[in-house]
């Protein structure tokens, strides 16, 4: 397997989104390897551990998830990962002696949630110290119930995020962040005013609009719609609109309830 050559400063300073791939196959005692670690390494609510990982490498079940996410990496990567928030174990093994169920209910999912993200990260962190490629797919959230359903998730169990993970085939420069003293506040939250904001991000708004505005058929498609910067981009109807996060929160909520995160909900 190799040591784990990068200090973690380093490692987290060269981080980037890997989209394309090569066709060297990630082992799998190498992954099984980094998933205890990233389990040894993280936190979780009461050492309850409410997460699980499914892996994938069948080609057929990766075509079906790509066609979920609608991201050609799926097929183009070596094995994909979707990390769940998981009370089914927990309270299984609650049921096996006769104890209370208290977990079933929607603190018990946003407390899965936490487990799961903080697992996710150390995961990454594992395998992008083996060199291998990783990205997040943001679309998990969308695309909830057609995963859990091809996954065979139990009651109690939802995906959270997935990783697509293989050894890279493109080098893709990092991108920006805010400066630092965007995201921290002394003592108390700082709410920053217009001109803070201005300073902000305005080193994103340029950089960010370029870097969109250098693809040929976005552009096209930008400057057909009027748009004329970054904020208007990222909640264009292209990008993020509205109804679409109004539809998938919905759609998220229904889920909760019918794989019984509900208890003492109301209508």
């Not at 921290?184 to 950089?207: G, L, T």
């Not at 909520?253 to 995160?261: D, G, I, P």
């Amino acid at each position: 397997m190799g040591p784990l050559q990068p200090a973690l400063s380093e490692l987290l300073l060269s981080h980037r989104s890997i989209r394309k791939y090569t066709d060297r196959e990630v082992p799998q005692d190498l992954l099984e390897r980094a998933i205890e670690e990233a389990v040894a390494g993280g936190s979780t609510y009461g050492n309850l551990n409410a997460f699980s990982f499914v892996v994938t490498r069948d080609a057929e079940q990766k075509k079906k998830l790509r066609g979920f996410h609608n991201q050609s990496m799926l097929t183009d990567c070596s094995v994909v990962v979707t990390i769940c928030a998981d009370w089914f174990r927990t309270r299984e093994w609650l049921k096996s002696h006769s104890a209370k169920d208290n977990f079933d209910n929607f603190l018990g999912y946003h407390v899965a949630v936490v487990d799961a993200v903080i697992m996710a990260q150390n995961l990454v962190l594992g395998l992008e110290s083996r060199g291998l490629g990783v990205c997040y797919l943001g679309t998990t959230l969308e695309v909830m119930k057609q995963i859990s359903d091809l996954l065979e998730l139990p009651e109690t169990c939802l995906p959270v995020t997935t990783l697509v993970i293989g050894y890279p085939a493109e080098n893709p420069p990092k991108r920006d962040r805010l400066p630092t003293k965007a995201y921290i506040h002394n003592e108390v939250y700082h709410k920053p005013d217009p001109q803070e904001i201005a300073e902000m991000y305005a080193s994103r708004e340029v950089s960010g609009w370029n870097r969109y505005m250098g693809q040929p058929e976005l552009r096209a498609k930008i400057e057909k719609n009027g748009i004329k910067g970054l904020a208007e981009y990222y909640t264009s109807d292209f990008k993020y609109p509205e109804q679409d996060f109004l539809k998938f929160g919905k759609d998220i909520w229904k889920l909760l309830r019918e794989k019984s995160f509900n208890a003492g909900a109301s209508d």
